[in-house]
């Protein structure tokens, strides 16, 4: 069975930082293209970043410079560092093997003083 996890979510102050992980098991991680979505209240999900098998990566262009996505394969885990957090960037991050419709659960990040 195919399943993610996100963890590292929480409360910030704007301009802070927090790193988010996704643990995959169920599958080959290292041949997947993995993205993390957010989806923020009254929105629809939208993609943040993406990184495929080969370490190429994407991202929206509200976050780029301030947001890195990364993976290890052994830890069959994708990373997403938040630096520079701004109130907009608040919302549920989900991790998905794209293109394939096999979600996490989220984990909530709060932007807020």
């Known amino acids: 069975q195919v399943q993610l996890v996100e963890s590292g979510g929480g409360l910030v102050e704007p301009g802070g930082s927090l790193r988010l992980s996704c643990v995959a098991s169920?599958?080959?991680?290292?041949?997947?293209?993995m993205g993390w979505y957010r989806q923020a209240p009254g929105k629809q999900r939208e993609l943040v970043a993406a990184?495929?098998?080969?370490?190429?990566?994407t991202y929206a262009e509200s976050v780029k410079g301030r947001f890195t996505i990364s993976r290890d394969n052994a830890k069959k885990t994708v990373y997403l560092q938040l630096n520079s957090l701004k109130p907009e960037d608040a919302a549920v991050y989900y991790c998905?093997?794209?293109?394939?419709?096999?979600w996490g659960q989220g984990t909530l990040v709060t932007v807020s003083s």
């Open positions: 998905r093997i794209v293109p394939r419709e096999v």
């Open positions: 169920g599958i080959l991680f290292s041949i997947n293209t």
């Open positions: 990184i495929t098998s080969g370490g190429r990566t």
